[in-house]
């Protein structure tokens, strides 16, 4: 019984875990952050207990990759990129040390330095990637996530 009770306090802490990372994950599509990321990790936490959320964790997470791609692949917008995650941070920790702004508060300003380092961190790693693969000759994460993905449907 115990056993029994274990799997469903799981299972519901990890559908309230993966909506609420979700959740956010899509308002991130439209404030600023890394929204595809936030919304893979989302599904990626739902696929641990439900088989629907297992595709739609491939398909964020290609779509997470194709977007590093595309970023890394042109210099103005990785300089656009970067340049855009250090405002974050430079405007989290302006929010928590000017207390005259709006909503200044350390939750406010964490965030907003928490989203910059999410955003310059897959961008750096992104690039490195990137570069790592093409250097070598060999694709990057994205086309390898697309030729994974044609090889499971031509199935």
Do not use: C, H
Not at 39 to 47: E, H, M, P, R
Not at 64 to 74: G, I
Not at 90 to 113: F, H, K, Q, Y
Not at 125 to 139: F, H, I, M, N, Y
């Amino acid at each position: 019984m115990l056993t029994r009770s274990a799997r469903l306090f799981r299972r519901i802490a990890l559908t309230v875990l993966g909506l609420g990372v979700l959740g956010l994950g899509i308002a991130m599509l439209a404030l600023p952050g890394p929204g595809f990321l936030v919304v893979a990790l989302g599904f990626f936490i739902l696929s641990l207990e439900y088989e629907w959320a297992r595709s739609r964790f491939e398909q964020a997470r290609r779509k997470a990759a194709d977007l590093a791609d595309q970023a890394a692949a042109n210099r103005f917008s990785s300089a656009f990129t970067i340049l855009f995650a250090l405002g974050m941070i430079a405007a989290g920790i302006a929010w928590i040390v000017v207390d005259t702004l709006p909503a200044s508060s350390g939750w406010s300003g964490g965030s907003l330095i928490l989203s910059g380092l999410v955003i310059l961190t897959t961008m750096i790693v992104s690039l490195w990637q990137t570069k790592e693969a093409r250097d070598a000759g060999r694709p990057t994460p994205a086309e390898l996530l697309a030729r994974r993905e044609l090889e499971k449907s031509r199935s």
